[in-house]
């Protein structure tokens, strides 16, 4: 079948529909997007301009907060004005660039968190050999291959999506594009394009999964012929992730992982996962951190008190 697109416009149905619940949600979620922003800013900052900070896992977790900043930036701030407009619009090309951005940056992520259990097993398992392993030669390459990952994957999906024909139908049953609600408008049967997508998400998740358990149970076991104190700070790094990877792949899974249909929850989910989760990501890993926590400290209030005195 041709690609013949009638569309060129489409219409989100939002998140609520009553204009007064769509003001009090943008008075939520306005303060929550720029937590995020100042939140994961932050620890880019004080990571780069930390003396004590300079270690493998500050750089994979500055890393992160960048994805986190740009992930959300691609949904949050259309998904925000949205909710003050009457008929929330975005272009077909837009949607088609949104679903290529939020998927690229979503896949770095789940990459970025594998290589962060990796460095978490390698400085527990093997300390000796730690700064041997994670050179910082092997630290940039860990992080570029998450976006290279990340880049792959989203070119798969946005090449599956390209082709369809968008003839009749312009309104999305979401607050933001996605696929599956984006294949729903499609003037053809996408049956082959939902499992494909299904399987390319799917497999990378699955995978994923499996390394991080992999990970943190070798571990766990190996806590075991560690000194108390070893054990308190291990555990404390490793809760950090552990609580990161349960905030990204629990809601990730419900939405994905399943075959299409129109659940209404979907779209309260995805609120959790693109507009919760970045804001709570730096909250959980400097809140047992002390290191980060007092780098943050300085870089704060160090040049105030050095005003001071």
Not at 49 to 54: C, D, F, G, P, V
Not at 280 to 300: D, F, G, Q, S
Request: glycine share 6%; with cysteine.
């Amino acid at each position: 079948m041709a690609n013949e697109n009638n569309v060129t416009e489409l219409i989100f149905t939002g998140l609520f529909q009553d204009p007064e619940v769509q003001k009090v949600c943008f008075g939520l979620f306005l303060p929550v997007y720029v937590a995020t922003l100042l939140g994961n800013g932050l620890i880019i900052v004080a990571v780069s301009a930390s003396k004590t900070l300079h270690s493998p896992m500050y750089f994979f977790l500055s890393s992160l907060s960048l994805v986190e900043i740009c992930y959300s930036s691609t949904i949050v701030p259309k998904f925000i004005t949205d909710l003050l407009a009457k008929i929330k619009t975005i272009s077909l090309k837009g949607c088609l660039t949104q679903i290529f951005f939020s998927h690229f940056l979503g896949v770095v992520e789940v990459i970025l968190l594998v290589v962060m259990a990796y460095d978490r097993y390698v400085a527990i398992c093997k300390p000796l050999h730690y700064m041997t392993i994670m050179s910082r030669q092997v630290c940039h390459m860990l992080v570029a291959g998450s976006w290279l990952g990340g880049l792959i994957h989203s070119i798969i999906q946005i090449l599956i999506t390209i082709p369809l024909p968008f003839c009749g139908p312009n309104v999305i049953d979401h607050y933001f594009c996605d696929l599956q609600p984006l294949f729903k408008l499609a003037c053809t049967d996408t049956f082959l394009e939902g499992v494909i997508v299904m399987a390319n998400s799917g497999l990378i998740s699955i995978i994923s999964l499996l390394i991080l358990v992999s990970s943190y149970a070798i571990i766990l076991v190996s806590l075991r012929n560690h000194s108390a104190e070893g054990r308190r700070k291990a555990l404390a790094t490793c809760a950090s992730h552990i609580t990161v990877v349960i905030l990204f792949f629990g809601p990730g899974a419900f939405i994905y992982m399943r075959p299409s249909s129109t659940f209404t929850e979907d779209k309260l989910v995805s609120v959790f996962y693109t507009v919760i989760t970045p804001m709570l990501n730096p909250i959980v890993y400097t809140l047992r951190n002390t290191e980060m926590k007092n780098a943050i400290r300085m870089k704060l209030w160090g040049k105030k008190n050095i005003g001071m005195k």
